[in-house]
């Protein structure tokens, strides 16, 4: 299984985590310096394009940028606590028509109800703005994840995804 693992603003993917995800298959999962990284999109089609992957994950801001990765690559999504706070920041790098895209491949949302930097409130909104224009989208709550997902929740996400793609 070929798949793409991007962490989130300012964070980077944790030994633990990497051996996860290297357990469960190709996993590219890159160190990225998001203020530094203007062409990271066009840079990971380009990639994605040439070498394809089965479906992308990612947290946080690496969550929404994964969701808009999935809209371009016609790939499954999975998404841990997506910052959709960040929309407004990505817009400069994205079309009106990938804005206001739908998902047609799964994509699959873990909501922390106890995240202290993206309220749980905008993840659900996002979510179920989507869900009224008929997105292939899931939303799963954890009521004690905070924003720092623990290996715990990163591997319950994993597998419920993995099992449900």
């Given at each position: 299984m070929k798949f793409a693992y991007l962490h989130g603003y300012q964070g980077f993917v944790t030994d633990e985590k990497r051996v996860y995800l290297n357990e469960?298959?190709?996993c590219y999962s890159p160190t990225?310096?998001?203020?530094?990284?203007?062409?990271l999109i066009q840079d990971l089609v380009?990639?994605?394009t040439k070498e394809?992957?089965?479906f992308i994950a990612g947290?946080?801001?690496g969550g929404m940028i994964s969701?808009?990765?999935g809209l371009i690559l016609n790939v499954p999504v999975l998404m841990f606590n997506p910052a959709v706070i960040a929309i407004e920041r990505l817009k400069p790098f994205l079309s009106d028509e990938l804005l206001n895209a739908v998902p047609q491949k799964q994509n699959m949302v873990f909501t922390g109800l106890k995240d202290d930097v993206v309220e749980p409130k905008f993840q659900i909104e996002f979510v179920e703005n989507l869900k009224q224009k008929n997105a292939n989208i899931t939303q799963f709550f954890d009521e004690e994840?905070?924003?720092l997902v623990t290996l715990e929740e990163f591997e319950k996400g994993f597998t419920t995804f993995i099992e449900n793609k």
């Open positions: 469960l298959g190709d990225i310096d998001y203020d530094n990284a203007p062409t380009a990639q994605f394809p992957i089965e947290t946080s801001l969701y808009y990765l994840m905070t924003h």
